[in-house]
């Protein structure tokens, strides 16, 4: 029997037609998951509880959160960008867990999976205001992962990077002879991990297989971040 079964789960997916999004609803739903697909901006304070209250009773909450990264050099990153950045990727996160931790805490079971990025892992030029929200991200998802697993909840998250999607490697990136060099160089998989790949990963830390993982951050990015 496969590992991989998520029958009878109700799984949140946020910012589903962006990102992971729409790789992740297909694969939890080939698995048998209640996908619970949400479009809606996270930059109002409110969103976050409203899509909880509205998606009414989940056994998962997938943070998929992402906003193209920025190449600004850290003497330039202004205050714009770095609020945008954090706007969009750090502060929705946590208003997300103080929403459906209460539901999961009074059943003693639940999982949250943030899909960030190995940005956080590695150094890289030019990308200051963005690695320091996915940093944030990983920072926070650690800290809560310790915390809650005692009430039955864990909270993880992927960190990827040379992930295929369509916010950050889209076709014509990945048609540049500069970046499929850069792929070989940098990438000890020489490839991208495909969408697939990487959500099956997801919906696999979303089963009760892997209740055993708290607070535990997976790099899936072909080698380019070990961790």
Not at 80 to 106: I, K, T
Not at 129 to 134: D, H, K, L, M, T
Not at 138 to 163: H, M, R, S, T, W
Request: proline letters at 8%.
């Amino acid at each position: 029997m496969s590992l991989i079964t998520l029958q009878g789960k109700r799984i949140l997916v946020t910012q589903a037609d962006a990102f992971m999004g729409p790789m992740l609803c297909e694969v939890l739903a080939e698995f048998g998951a209640e996908v619970v697909p949400d479009m809606r901006s996270l930059l109002p304070v409110d969103a976050a509880t409203e899509m909880v209250r509205e998606a009414g009773d989940i056994d998962v909450l997938i943070a998929n959160l992402a906003v193209p990264a920025p190449s600004t050099p850290a003497a330039q990153v202004d205050e714009e960008e770095w609020r945008h950045v954090f706007g969009h990727m750090v502060d929705p996160l946590p208003r997300l867990v103080r929403a459906v931790l209460p539901m999961m805490s009074a059943r003693r079971a639940g999982k949250i999976l943030l899909m960030g990025s190995a940005s956080a892992l590695r150094g890289m030029k030019r990308t200051s205001s963005y690695s320091a929200a996915r940093g944030a991200q990983l920072a926070y998802i650690q800290a809560v992962g310790v915390e809650v697993a005692p009430l039955g909840v864990q909270v993880n998250a992927i960190a990827q990077n040379f992930v295929d999607n369509p916010t950050y490697f889209p076709p014509e990136v990945q048609a540049l002879p500069a970046f499929q060099e850069r792929l070989k160089r940098e990438v000890p998989l020489g490839r991208l991990v495909s969408p697939r790949e990487d959500a099956t990963f997801a919906a696999y830390l979303c089963t009760e297989a892997a209740d055993c993982f708290v607070g535990q951050v997976f790099p899936v990015c072909g080698g380019w971040a070990p961790r």
